[in-house]
């Protein structure tokens, strides 16, 4: 798969049975369509998929990194996030996985997921 950012090739990290694809010239990861609820996030109401579409004046459409269709923005808190149309997955760009994480409150620091990724990429809840 290729990044929807810079289009080079995606890599997987893997680590405890958690796999993410990750961008290591960007830095944006790559959720599929449920590894989202691997943050610790309980509350349905931060689900990428219940969100409505937001229009992002002068942001450019990225293409799902499996499908290659233009994804739709969304917003959850102030972070806007890209998100296939098909509901392949969810692409948080550098930074945003860390606000995504704070703001919804995720029981995050017991997780698996959030350990593993303040130890690969520096990505903790504060």
């Given amino acids: 798969m290729n990044c929807p950012v810079c289009g080079k090739s995606l890599i997987v990290v ?3 049975k958690i796999e993410l694809d990750w961008c290591p010239s960007c830095r944006g990861l790559w959720f599929d369509a449920d590894e989202w609820r691997l943050l610790g996030v309980k509350d349905e109401k931060y689900n990428p ?3 409505e579409a937001v229009r992002i004046k002068d942001e450019k459409g990225r293409k799902c990194p499996v499908c290659e269709k233009i994804m739709e923005k969304i917003k959850i ?3 806007i996030l890209d998100r ?13 996985l860390g606000s995504f994480v704070n703001f919804s409150n995720a029981e995050a620091t017991s997780t698996k997921t959030v350990r593993f990724l303040g130890e690969v990429f520096n990505i903790k809840k504060s």
């Fill in 14 to 16: 893997e680590r405890n």
């Fill in 77 to 79: 808190g102030d972070t």
């Fill in 84 to 96: 296939c149309l098909s509901l392949h997955g969810v692409w948080f760009d550098k930074g945003e």
């Fill in 49 to 51: 998929f219940a969100y």
